[in-house]
């Protein structure tokens, strides 16, 4: 008898088109949802689901909460969200977060799913169903060499590295304890190769609070990691950037976008960063306001970018003066953030609880 997966396995892995098949119908139209008690709960599992999805330190268990139905539905919604919030990182994070939550439940299936069981070799009937999904073949010791590139992009162990594999024939040679890696780095690819959603103006309106509150909670968390600006952990591509501005160089189109949305994504407002622009001899004002809020999302297209990663940055020469911890990271975000944490680590601590000694009282 062919096995097709249970509503409880599909809730562990919404992104399947099982999945979606299995709601259709089960719920009205989506606008009438949202006008409901029903669909309220279900826009706040949504809410929840982005928040952790933006939390740094991200914690699983093996059973999700509520029915089926309900988990599936506010995976949706939670993506209907973040497209009308329209970040790139946000939505970067987001499918970071379903990608490493799949890898999850792969890994501990046993935990959770009382239909476990094994058909071909290691491997559960319900992982091979997500694999072929996923068009991975999880069961073989290959795969396509660009949909290995695609996957292992993100990667930055060296095993990954093609120069460490086999590659024949136009196939890539995969050991069999990574086969769950690519199977969750195909999640995350997939995923962010659909996002964002094309979501009408008036769907965005409807939940326009909901959207209001996602994006204060992320720039609160911005500020809690980068915490102030501090330009000595700059890595050295915007380094290069800034000294070229305060140079009289005229950056390329790339090199202004780069640092614009770095700084912005780093906590800059728009006159924080117009103000870094004003080093530059050739300075004009109005030309750089617009562009800054072009790229911040202030100047009416409601779209905020964020900075391109280091393989971006190569691609378009201004990957530049690369130190010892550029071969550590794959983003120039990443980069400030260890490095204000090794210069906090570095600078002596306040003494705590320590007041001024008190001066004799007067003798009388």
Not at 93 to 119: C, G, I, K, P
Not at 182 to 188: D, Y
Not at 288 to 305: F, L
Not at 346 to 359: I, L, N
Request: glycine letters at 4%; a neutral charge.
């Amino acid at each position: 008898m062919e096995y097709s997966p249970s509503a409880k396995e599909l809730s562990h892995f919404p992104f399947l088109k099982k999945a979606q098949d299995h709601v259709k119908g089960r719920f009205a139209s989506l606008d009438a949802v949202l006008k409901d008690k029903r669909g309220e709960a279900l826009v706040d599992r949504a809410l929840a689901r982005v928040k952790d999805a933006i939390t740094p330190k991200k914690t699983f268990t093996p059973n999700v909460s509520g029915t089926p139905e309900e988990e599936i539905a506010a995976y949706a919604l939670a993506r209907i969200i973040v497209s009308c919030v329209n970040d790139r990182q946000m939505i970067d994070r987001l499918t970071r977060y379903e990608a490493e939550r799949a890898y999850y439940f792969l890994v501990h299936e046993e935990d959770w799913n009382q239909s476990y069981r094994q058909e071909d070799g290691e491997y559960s009937r319900l992982c091979i169903v997500l694999a072929e999904e996923l068009g991975i073949r999880i069961t073989q010791d290959k795969m396509p060499f660009l949909d290995y590139v695609e996957m292992v992009a993100p990667l930055h162990e060296d095993r990954f590295h093609l120069v460490n594999r086999r590659v024949e024939h136009g196939f890539v040679t995969i050991r069999e304890e990574e086969r769950y890696e690519l199977v969750r780095e195909r999640v995350r690819s997939l995923l962010r190769r659909d996002l964002p959603h094309k979501v009408p103006a008036s769907l965005c309106e409807q939940i326009s609070p909901k959207v209001a509150q996602i994006k204060k909670a992320y720039q609160e968390q911005m500020l809690e990691q980068f915490g102030a600006v501090e330009e000595s952990a700059f890595p050295p591509c915007m380094q290069a950037l800034i000294k070229a501005l305060t140079g009289g160089v005229n950056l390329t189109h790339a090199g202004r976008f780069s640092l614009t949305s770095f700084l912005h994504t780093i906590g800059l407002d728009v006159n924080g960063i117009a103000a870094m622009y004003a080093r530059s001899p050739d300075f004009d004002p109005e030309k750089t306001m617009y562009q800054v809020e072009h790229i911040t999302g202030r100047g009416g297209s409601g779209t905020e970018y964020t900075a391109p990663a280091c393989a971006a940055m190569r691609t378009t020469g201004l990957c530049v003066h690369q130190d010892h911890l550029c071969e550590k990271v794959n983003h120039p975000l990443s980069y400030y953030r260890s490095k204000k944490r090794d210069l906090a680590k570095s600078r002596p601590k306040k003494a705590e609880g320590k007041t001024a000694d008190k001066p004799p009282p007067p003798s009388t």
